[in-house]
């Protein structure tokens, strides 16, 4: 039952970067916010002074805390009017979520969803595939169609809490219409981040998952941007980020955990149709090849995950959607089907032992589409 506006709400989801999570936590009011894991409570504070006034609650909360804890507990404090002196607040209400980190062994099942452009039920739909909530939910870009409202900005926040209750790991990425409309120039407030940026690692128990973001998909300059966008300057500070991280991994003996790299734009595909001549998605060939290499002859992945194309496939090889050559398996894993109000989004189960994967395209009503076997020796 939906809570009477007058009554406090609480919602929660548990975002992963690094090796910590970002409890975010929606409310219906203008609150106080905590988040209680064991005995140590976390607050989201300006150094020293709580938010209140935020679209969202973010608490940088230890991985392995969480994981033994197997539970949190959300406090929140409507606030009434703050006021330099005595704010006035209603008493604390509390809900306790429990949580169950992504599995040690056995398989693991991550469902994929990107570009469903404002398509909330059926991206909620497609998620729940496997009968119940996936081990981890990936949302990977234009999950909305622009971040021209808090509303639209908020839109993954709140089908991750559709499909998992709090209660899962999700990892939540910026796709590239993200970055449109008035709310874009403060996403990082309505989005897990790792200290403001949209790029992170992220570790679980036999995987990492690098989150690699492009910005924008076109030139800085494009028209369609209006003068709002620097996103070369983003990238350059990326691939510094990058070359950093994985000359770290190259110095790190490897410790044979599942590598994934994960992007709403597959950066390996330059976009040149010759029939067109349209060159606008044509850009950073130098940058985007450097990101390629790195990721071919350093980080190696065993597999690439990404969306933005408004297709569902499975590509090995270079060719069409990877014409920079990116050496293993790509996934293009999202799109929406706004005539049927349905998503297809992409099912994985992960077996870490054989070191092999089952690949579903599956829609809104879990028809399955295609099926691979997909192998992840290197
Ligand atoms: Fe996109």
């Known amino acids: 039952m939906k809570p009477k506006q007058s009554e406090p709400e609480i919602r929660a989801v548990v975002c992963a970067v690094r ?23 976390y607050y989201y504070a300006d150094n020293g002074v709580r938010h209140s006034r935020c679209p969202l609650h973010k608490f940088r909360v230890p991985a392995e805390k969480l994981n033994a804890a197997g539970a949190y507990t959300v406090e929140t404090e409507w606030m009434i009017k703050r006021l330099p002196y005595r704010s006035l607040r209603r008493p604390p209400v509390s809900r306790t979520f429990r949580f169950t980190p992504v599995p040690d062994e056995g398989p693991l099942r991550i469902y994929h ?51 998992t209750k709090g209660e899962r790991p999700c990892v939540i990425t910026r796709g590239n219409h993200d970055l449109r409309g008035k709310c874009a120039e403060n996403l990082s407030l309505y989005y897990p981040t790792d200290r403001g940026r949209f790029y992170y690692p992220v570790y679980f128990p036999g995987l990492e998952i690098l989150v690699l973001e492009c910005g924008e998909d076109k030139v800085d300059e494009c028209a369609e941007y209006g003068g709002t966008i ?149």
């Open 19 to 41: 090796d910590a999570y970002e409890i975010c936590v929606l409310t219906n009011h203008e609150s106080l916010v905590s988040v209680r894991v064991g005995d140590e409570t």
């Open 113 to 163: 969803v990107s570009d469903s452009h404002g398509l909330k039920a059926a991206s909620v739909n497609a998620a729940g595939f496997f009968g119940e909530t996936p081990d981890l939910l990936i949302l990977n870009g234009d999950i909305a169609s622009h971040t021209h409202t808090p509303k639209a900005a908020i839109l993954p926040i709140e089908i991750a809490w559709g499909v």
């Open 230 to 378: 620097c996103c070369h300057a983003y990238r350059k500070e990326e691939t510094a980020f990058l070359r950093e991280y994985c000359d770290q991994k190259q110095k790190e003996p490897d410790n044979g955990d599942i590598r994934v790299v994960l992007s709403h734009i597959p950066f390996m595909h330059t976009d040149y149709d010759p029939v067109r001549g349209v060159h606008e998605f044509d850009i950073e060939q130098e940058l985007y090849g450097e990101w390629v290499r790195l990721m071919n002859d350093v980080y190696r992945p065993r597999f690439g995950l990404f969306g933005h194309i408004h297709q569902v496939a499975l590509i090995e090889g270079t060719g069409k959607f990877n014409e920079k050559g990116f050496t293993r398996p790509l996934i293009l894993g999202g799109k929406p089907d706004h005539a049927h109000k349905s998503v297809v989004g992409t099912s994985l189960v992960i077996d870490r032992e054989k070191e092999e994967m089952t690949v579903r395209f599956t829609d809104s009503a879990h028809n399955v589409l295609e099926e691979h076997a997909v192998s992840l020796h290197l």
